[in-house]
């Protein structure tokens, strides 16, 4: 079976970062108003002392001194959320244009530029401006001095002060890297599986339908009620919107052949938030496309709403729903400035649309992001259904953190992956009292994942993990809304939950449960 999702990512993260906690013991502690930067070593030794001990890292409440150690061992980018002085309430949706909000980011980029002038008085605002934003109260700026970090964390403007860039395994001392090497050294993780996959078997590994569009055997009825459900329901008039690493341009299936078969007169759009390459805050790379270089993306999409066509390739669960993939990241592992920027600017770009109700996406890291939790805010106030992965590890890496970041957070629904025997959580899915919902996707026997769509072609491959689970997920969710269009998210979360295994008593590690789709929209309960 393939390594599904973030697997990858954080198999690479820990064989790197992880240490004994006697090491940890042993590391260097900063002394009193340090000068000297603190290593990565020792950045990733706290990083990951923490999240053994408390199961999450906030950098608000990270030393001054840390941030500015992380500022220098990534790419100096400094995520900074704004507020009113005094402010009490939540960041308003109107932050973008409220004159209040709007001087107290004046305020604050002067504050940061009058810092950073002390040491390089030709600065411009120009200069140290890393990226633009213009709905959410944040400026992302090129911050080198531990003096402006202390002048922000002192300032009753400043919200959060954050490295956007800084993760565990990032390459150390950025400065000394060029654009290119820099670029060669990021993370590749949870990519490069997304080919057919061999030796499938008809009747066991998939059904054939119909028309010779292939169902794969975790959308069989005794898991979800899926096929049952397809009576009632295909997902007709409900967009989702994927955020992940693009769809495939040779994936015909998602593009050109989108409309086949018993799928028809519905709309696919290919998109790009993920900004291009920058170091030391100057554009380097080209301008991105959609296209997924990675792979994980196009399997998302596909196991969500690839079409019920008649060229022989794999069912999405919402084989009518109409689709939006987002290229946000270049990964799964979110450890780089423009991949938190890229996945912000996608969740405002979802909020901002109307005809958008479900948000599907199966990324995360493992330190929370202060302009991430301002973007998913932003969706969740008008009214989106966010699902987000709950997470996939290693085994030896068990217990580091339950979910993680942003499933973690109360606007996501959190979703894991179970096996075939409906007990078992699947190889190194995460699990606990955050989870919201588990989904069926790794048979016991064999190790096979869900089937879903390669980069190219109609051989299906397959994929596992928490991800997938969250791509069924918002999948099932589209037929359950489709078949109730005029419902709030509310009550399109009472009706999943009502349908659930665990109704009558949420699990601390499974949440609801399984869901049975096919009771969700109203056919008999299986």
Not at 186 to 197: E, H, L
Not at 279 to 284: A, D, E, I, R, S
Not at 390 to 418: C, H, K, N, Q, R
Not at 480 to 503: D, G
Request: aromatic content about 6%.
């Amino acid at each position: 079976m393939r390594t599904s999702t973030l697997s990858a990512a954080l198999l690479v993260l820990l064989l790197a970062s992880c240490q004994s906690q006697a090491d940890e013991q042993q590391a260097p502690q900063p002394t009193p108003d340090p000068t000297a930067a603190l290593s990565g070593q020792q950045l990733d030794a706290q990083i990951m002392s923490t999240l053994r001990e408390t199961g999450q890292f906030d950098w608000n409440k990270a030393s001054a001194h840390f941030v500015w150690s992380a500022l220098t061992r990534s790419d100096y980018v400094l995520s900074v959320g704004y507020q009113p002085a005094g402010n009490r309430i939540a960041v308003p949706a109107d932050a973008a244009n409220n004159p209040a909000w709007q001087e107290a980011r004046t305020q604050v980029l002067d504050l940061i530029l009058a810092e950073e002038r002390k040491t390089r008085p030709e600065l411009t605002l120009t200069d140290i401006m890393a990226y633009q934003e213009n709905v959410l109260p944040v400026v992302d700026v090129t911050v080198r001095e531990l003096g402006t970090i202390k002048a922000l964390r002192a300032s009753r403007l400043v919200r959060y002060a954050e490295p956007m860039g800084y993760e565990p395994n990032r390459p150390t001392e950025v400065a000394s890297k060029s654009a290119a090497s820099l670029s060669s050294s990021s993370s590749s993780s949870g990519c490069g599986n997304n080919v057919p996959t061999p030796g499938l078997v008809p009747d066991e590994d998939f059904t054939v339908l119909p028309g010779s569009g292939k169902s794969s055997w975790s959308q069989a009825d005794q898991y979800h009620g899926i096929r049952t459900a397809w009576s009632q329901s295909t997902g007709r008039g409900i967009k989702v919107l994927i955020i992940d690493t693009g769809c495939s341009e040779t994936q015909e299936n998602l593009s050109t052949d989108f409309n086949q078969g018993l799928s028809s007169g519905r709309t696919v759009e290919r998109l790009v938030t993920l900004p291009r390459s920058t170091f030391l805050g100057f554009p380097t790379g080209p301008v991105e496309t959609p296209n997924d270089g990675c792979g994980h993306g196009t399997s998302m999409a596909g196991a969500c709403a690839a079409p019920r066509g008649t060229d022989g390739t794999s069912v999405g669960v919402a084989y009518n729903a109409n689709l939006i993939v987002v290229r946000a990241a270049e990964d799964v592992f979110l450890d780089g400035s423009r991949e938190v920027k890229g996945v912000s600017d996608a969740y405002v770009l979802a909020g901002n649309r109307s005809d958008v109700r479900i948000i599907s996406m199966s990324m995360g890291r493992l330190t929370s992001s202060g302009q991430m939790t301002d973007a998913i805010h932003y969706a969740y106030s008008r009214g989106k259904l966010l699902y987000c992965a709950a997470g996939t590890s290693f085994e030896w890496s068990s217990g580091l953190v339950d979910v993680i970041y942003p499933a973690s957070l109360p606007e996501a629904v959190a979703v894991t992956g179970v096996k075939d025997n409906l007990t078992t959580r699947c190889d190194d899915c995460h699990v606990g009292a955050d989870v919201e919902f588990s989904v069926v996707m790794q048979r016991s026997s064999n190790d096979l994942g869900a089937l879903t769509l390669a980069l190219s072609g109609d051989e299906p491959s397959t994929v596992g993990g928490s991800s997938v689970a969250t791509s069924y997920m918002a999948g099932m969710t589209a037929l359950v809304w489709s078949r109730y269009p005029t419902e709030t998210r509310a009550q399109i979360m009472s009706r999943l939950v009502a349908a659930s295994s665990n109704r009558n008593a949420r699990s601390s590690s499974f949440g609801w449960g399984r869901l049975n789709v096919a009771a969700a929209v109203g056919g008999p309960a299986l």
